[in-house]
Every structure is written in structure tokens, then in C-alpha cells.
């Protein structure tokens, strides 16, 4: 058994045992077969479960799950020489390819042996190393098209647009003039939704995420860093069913005008839709979706709100700026990683409030450091009547388009009804919002 691979596989676990945000790097890179020795095998099979569980991977619980002694592990975690992502993505490269290697040689070798059996048949022989070649190419992280197989590709979902059979809107946000304008939420897409405290962020957020999933049958996660599961679902009912959210809290004088309540729950009960209200750093979030995706592909993760994830390992970063950074990498990663659209909302600073227009900016965003390069979209919201008592604009929102990578920018103007916690097409505002979710990007 080879003595520097070993020092490499320990000095993996060892890193991520003391930073499991690295895990969002290189968590699906390695399996528990890429690693040649046997405790390192099963402490590794006992990483992936912690992670895909949200549970952190420290020495003591990797011990706990994979029963390997507790002084092993800290000896490897004392013995790690950095936690640099790098060095560590390295490390894990090396690990990787050896394993194909040796899967490579071990399946040659077995041919070879079968070749010279007295009834060995050719064809036989050179389907099997067909199918073992193809195996261990399929080990590998990412599958490279070649440039000819993505323009054709590419020509062909051309095709499919101009003939009709698809759609140029993503996932649907229920409106119509906001698709429009950004083509929906696309694949691999870090939208960012921005706004100042009581504009509406949150039950924009919500409404699209339960109609996705709802009348689109779009498997959805939600983590909510502020609001728990009791109060999602309140206002999941509310926008569901078109009533008002004070006679949703006290209905003793509204028993008629909420009998729409039986749909909208049975609509919510059997709808693919995850929420979390207990799952507040970035590796849990990371972790979950990943788990949620294996049972079945997300089509949307939803995290409210950017500035309250935090970290298991925050002594990384030099400043909140930094951190928050981070975190609208790890989920842009995790945005192209799963191939589903991650809306994360985002607070603005107080800037906006000493200007005479208070329409947010780019700049006004809230520790931005990276936000603007990471996000795919940006979109702000506004509604003049929270800064105007006499606006002529009350129960509108405006719904900026700051960011479009690869499309237009502008306003789109929405009706807002913060009662419901409601939003639809102003064109359509006299009308229920189940005829908004019901909208089919295709006509």
C-alpha cells in the first residue's frame, strides 16, 4: 500500500474534520472506494453521511458514526498541513486519479487473465473493456462535452425554441411581465433578490416558490433563516387561497370569506415542497440540497436571507465582507453543481435611505464584496407608498432589473398586495392570483 497515498487521504479527512465548508469544494469529487485504506474508506463513507445530513464532521462524531478511534482522527486533523481549499482540491485530485488508476489496472489485469482461458471469446473480451473503460471514465467529476458536441447542442435547443416545443422562460415566476424580462429563472442561475426591511422581498420569494411547486409540480427547498416552518406555511395559505393574512389570524368574523382555505392546504399537502427553518450555515444548506437532490433533482433552492448564514468555520474569513462573499460563491457552486436555479434574497445597506430617490442600486447592497460578480440576476425591489404616505403608487411594486447577464435590464411594475402577501401582473391586478399561478410559459 502506497505510504504518501495514505498521508494524502488522511490529510483529507484530517481538513475536513476541522473546516467542513470544504466539503462544498470536494464533497462529490471522492467516493469511499477512491481511497486505498480501509479506516480511511469507512471515515470517509461517514463524511459524506454527516454532510448530506447537515451534521458537522468533527473528530468526535466521525468517530461516533464510523467507529474508528477517536485518537486516529485527531492524530490525522493534528497532522493536516493546511486547510487551504486549494491545497486540499489537490490532494483530492491525486486521491482521485490514483483510484481510477488502480481500477484501470486491476480491470486490465482481470482481461489479461480471461484472454488466455482456453474458451475466452474476443467479442466477449472486448465488451467487457468496453464497459469497464467507460466505467471509470464515468468516474470522473464532470463529464467534458467536446466543443462540437456543445454547439450541437446548443443548435438544437435553438431548434426546439423556434419550432415551439420549448420554452425560452426558465422556472416561471408566476409573472408574466417579470418573465418577460429576465426569461424566468434558468438552470445554474444565482438570482439575487434585494430589497430593504418591509418591501415585500420574502412573500415575493414565497410566492414563487410555492407556485413552482404547487402548479408546476417543481420540486423545491426553502431555508429560512428567519422565519420558522409555522409562519411559512401561514403565509403559504394566505397566498394560496387570495385572503387576507388578519383574517387568516383571526377568523372568528371571516368564516365565509376563508372557506377557500381546503384547496389551498390540499394544494400545499401533496406539493414537492421542502421548508427549513432550523439549518443556519452555509455547509447545512449546501449539505441538505444536495440530499434533497438525490432523492429527486431540485428545481429551485430558496434561501432567505443572505446576511444571516453563517459558518462552522468563520476564522477563515478576515472580514464580513469576505464571509458573506463566501457564501454567494458556495451557492452560485452549488447553483451549477445541481443544474437548478438558487434565488438567495439579499438586505441593501441604509444608503438608500439618504438619497432623494430611494430606489436601490447595485451599491446599496449589503456587504456586496462579491454579490454583483456571483449573481447571474439581480433584481430589486421597491414600493413607493412605504416611504410616501400619498403616493399615487400604492399597491404597486417595482420589481428592478439591475443585473441580466446576457439579457435586458429595466423596471417591471407588479400589483402588490401585502395583505396577501400577493403579487401579479398589473394587467391582471383585478383578478385572483391562482389565475397568475396558473400562467404556461409556452403560450
Known sequence: MNADLLQYESQIIGAVSIDSSLLIKIGDQLHPEDFSGHEQQVVWGAVQKLWRDGKPTDVVTLSEVSGVELHILADWARDTYSTDQGSVSTWANIVRQKARLHRLTAGLADLMNTAQERDADADSLMNRAREMLMGIEQDSVQQKRTTSQILKDRIAALDRRMDGTESHIGLTTGLKDLDNKVY???????????????????????????????????????????????????????????????????????GDEIHRIGKAVQSLQHAPLTVFDNIFDIEGIVAKSRSLHQQRPLDLVVVDYLQLISSRNTARFGNRTQEVGEYSRALKMLAMSLGCPVLALSQLNRDVEKRPDKRPLMADLRESGSLEQDANKILMLYRDEIYNENSDQKGVAEIIVRKHRGGPTGTVFSAANMRMYSFGDLAHSGQMQAQEASYDPFN
Open 184 to 254: 424566468g429563472f434558468k438552470p445554474s442561475e444565482l438570482i439575487l433578490l434585494a430589497a430593504r426591511p418591509a418591501m415585500g422581498k420574502s412573500a415575493l420569494a414565497l410566492q414563487i416558490a410555492q407556485q413552482a411547486a404547487c402548479d408546476h409540480d417543481k420540486h423545491v427547498a426553502v431555508f429560512n433563516l428567519e422565519m420558522d416552518e409555522d409562519e411559512m406555511f401561514d403565509r403559504f395559505i394566505v397566498q394560496r387561497g387570495q385572503f387576507p393574512a388578519d383574517w387568516f389570524a383571526d377568523p372568528r368574523n371571516h
